[in-house]
């Protein structure tokens, strides 16, 4: 009895802190299907037992919402539901009742009220009992009503998430990988429950209403599947739902399974209720779930597999993550190879070593993770160095996980954003060499300079097995980089990643020495100060640049790889000298806005990224916008142009000059 007891108070403990790593500070210690397993291990032991220590995460529900929003009590408990892997179970939950499956949507669950028609409040599940209010964000949802048909006070419960397809979309905008979100839940918590809700309103979050739990003087006919139409009447998007029976559960089970496959709507589950509402009503609840309805998670498929390698890919932090590469098995449809083992002290309790025996699954049926390691040998070796650089390694820990880190300053995995931007469109625009494929290159140590870049067909045999590649993506890669050997001065210029210099102030420097890449690189940094709109300041960071013996170096050895076009002819008049421009908005008279640029730096001006009281003129088609970079450039009284007053502008300056 005794070690049981402790055993309980181990797995509280353990399930406590992962329940707040992922809830609350968007992290995660442990897998879905380990959580689920010491969850179920704890409810055993409480019912072999009879005791329920206080605390225990089988009776809490949730943790106290942060204080960064109103809180509000809610009218009743919102309870979490009995789960199950098991369809005989959800048989034996159905019994002689007809019962409604539901998608259990993956995001945050929001409480809204209406009165008179009116959106009037919207509140976050919370831990079950307090929520934060958030009503302005809700009214920037996707797609929630903001008034509807009905008049009396109508309080319902639904799910606000983020698409997979959206999720997608929104890492893909953000360069730098590591400030890229884990998840569609992680970033949809973050964004319902902002500060400012133009932020959420770039978020496109939908809501999924799953739950009515008031309408006054409405007759449903005793009936969920009615208080579903209902709402669809009112203007919401419900959750997707089918009739089943005890006979024809597993049917519909089936047909749930084969669809999340494709479906865009993160969800981790379904949901069964009773659709005769006084029955389930009558069966009241426990003292942390209703028993008028029961969440089903799904039985991951596992397949046993051989551990053949742990790759170490080094990132831009210079944290290097173990990834672990086994022999390919088939999981939910689709072939998977390798899966992240997050950190050193997952790896380290799961005993891997090469060769060993594992169980392989797909969490939620998307993400590959290792479940169990039916060999447990142990005999992987942490590498001392770097395998991007060969830099020295260390182990950190940091609240009790063990991490490994490079502790060279000069990475080339560290200095990812540089070779990013190398192989940008202004730059040598490069297609198909995204940051996440410069990663990988560079973890395997295929990349440590920018001449590197252009041999990269050393490595055919291996990238073309690479997944996501293959031999028509090798190819086309192939030619873009033979493509980019023939670049322009102000390309290169910009593409070495010079502190302070963009686009614009490369085109200047290069207009400065003649397009004489020699002059440039021996300019002291009072000759670089005279070349108007330069500066000082940044004068000297590119007298610094050129004079750093490794910057030479490398550079010398990208030099070989290049052909730099002889020095254009100046045809357009330099009409917008000592001007600064901001661009925003869409374009109509240009094909984008990089074309629209060009044509500015053509004619000597310049274009920032930020309004400022340098700003000479903010362009921007909707000169009546309340965009923010409207509202600072009437502040400081600079003049907003659509693009036909701004080309009229230049042609007029133009004819003056």
Known sequence: MNQQIERMKELSEKLRAASKAYYQEDREIMSNLEYDSLYDELVRLEQETGTVLAGSPTVTVGYEALDALPKERHESPMLSLGKTKEREELRSFAGEHEVLVSWKLDGLTVVLTYRNGTLEKAVTRGNGEIGEVITNNARVFQNIPLRIPYQGELILRGEAVITYSEFEKINGEIEDVEARYKNPRNLCSGSVRQLNNEVTANRHVRFYAFALVRAENVDFGNLRSNQFEWLRQQGFETVEYRHATAETIGETVSWFAEKILHYDVPSDGLVVTYNDIAYGQSLGRTAKFPRDSIAFKWQDETCETTLREIEWSPSRTGLINPVAIFDPVELEGTT??????????????????????????????????IAENLTGSGNIEIPKICPACGGRTEVRSVNDVETLYCTNEQCSAKRIKSFTLFVSRNALNIEGLSEATLEKFIAKGYIHTYADIFHLDDHRGEIVEMEGFGEKSYANLIESIEAARHTTLPRLVYGLGIPNIGTANAGLLSRFCGYDLAKLRSSTAEELATVEGLGEVIAASVADYFADPQNNEALDRLLKELELEEAPEETAPQ????????????????ANRDELRAFIEERGGKVAGSVSKKTDYLINNDTTSSSSKNRKAAELGIPILAEEDFLALANGQAEEA
């Open 575 to 590: 009409a917008l000298a000592g001007k600064t421009f901001v661009i925003t908005g869409s374009v109509n008279h240009f």
């Open 336 to 369: 998977v190879s390798r899966a992240s083992v997050h950190n050193l002290s997952i790896m380290k309790a799961l005993k891997l070593g090469i060769g060993d025996t594992v169980t392989v699954y797909k969490a939620n049926m998307i993400i590959p993770q």
